[in-house]
C-alpha cells in the first residue's frame, strides 16, 4: 500500500519589506534587487505547489481506499478510478506550472555576474555571497531531480491504475504497487533535499546582506 506522501515545497524567504538605507548603484544593493526579484518569482511556484500537494494527498487516500478493496468491491470503486485519473491529470498540470515558474525564477539570476560583483565586495561578505550562490545552484539541481522522480511516481500510479479492472489482478497490482511505493520514497526523498536546501538558502541570505553592510532594519 502505498506509505508515502509528498511534502510542501517551502519557498524562498522574500525580504521585500525591508528598508535598505545603500544607494542603489552599490554593488552589495544591486545584488539584493536581483536576488529579492527572484524571490518574488519563487513566491509564485509555491502557491502552485501548495495546490499539487493537496491533490498529492487527497490521491494517495484515494489510491489507499481502492487498494483495500476486495475482488467483490473492486466494482464500486469505480468513481475513485475516475478521481485517480482526473487527480493524475490535474497534478501533472499543476508540476508543468510549477517547473514552468520555477524555471523562469532560476534563470532569473545572472549567476557569473553577481559572481563578478561579488568580487569587489569585502572579504567576510565575498565568502557568505559566495556560499550562497552555491547553494543556489544545489538547489536548481535538488528540483530537477525532483521533477524527474515525481514524474517517475506519476507513471508507476498509471501503472497501478491499469490494473485497477472490473477483473482485477491482484498479483500485478501488488508488483506495481511495490514499484509506486518505491518511486513515491525516491520524489519524497529529492523534494526533502529541496526543501532543506531551500531553509540553508534562507539562512544564508540575510547573514550576507549584513556583512555586506546592507543596514536591514
Known amino acids: 500500500m502505498i506509505k ?4 510542501l515545497t517551502s519557498c524562498l524567504t522574500c525580504l521585500g519589506l525591508l528598508i535598505l538605507s545603500a544607494c542603489s548603484s552599490d ?5 539584493y534587487d536581483q536576488l529579492e526579484e527572484q524571490a518574488k518569482s519563487e513566491q509564485k511556484a509555491a502557491v502552485v505547489a501548495e495546490q499539487r500537494t493537496r491533490q498529492d494527498e487527497i490521491s494517495v ?5 481502492v487498494l483495500e478493496a476486495g475482488a467483490d468491491d473492486i466494482n464500486r470503486a469505480q468513481n475513485e478510478r475516475d478521481e485517480l485519473t482526473a487527480l493524475n491529470e490535474d497534478r501533472v498540470k499543476l508540476l508543468k506550472q510549477e517547473k514552468i515558474i520555477r524555471t523562469r525564477a532560476f534563470d532569473e539570476l545572472d549567476l557569473p555576474k553577481l559572481a563578478s560583483t561579488l ?4 572579504a567576510a561578505s565575498k565568502k557568505d555571497g559566495t556560499a550562497l550562490l552555491d547553494v543556489f545552484k544545489e538547489r536548481e539541481k535538488a528540483f530537477d531531480t525532483f521533477l524527474k522522480r515525481y514524474a517517475a511516481t506519476i507513471a508507476s500510479e498509471k501503472k497501478v491504475l491499469s490494473y485497477l479492472t472490473e477483473k482485477p489482478n491482484f498479483v500485478k497490482i501488488d508488483e506495481a504497487t511495490a514499484d509506486l511505493n518505491r518511486t513515491s520514497r525516491q520524489a519524497t526523498e529529492a523534494l526533502k533535499t529541496f526543501n532543506q536546501l531551500t531553509v540553508r538558502y534562507n539562512e544564508l541570505k540575510p547573514s550576507f546582506y549584513e556583512k555586506a553592510g546592507l543596514n536591514i532594519k
Open 4 to 7: 508515502k506522501r509528498m511534502i
Open 27 to 31: 554593488p552589495a544593493s544591486s545584488m
Open 119 to 122: 568580487s569587489s565586495l569585502p
Open 61 to 65: 487516500n484515494t489510491y489507499q481506499a
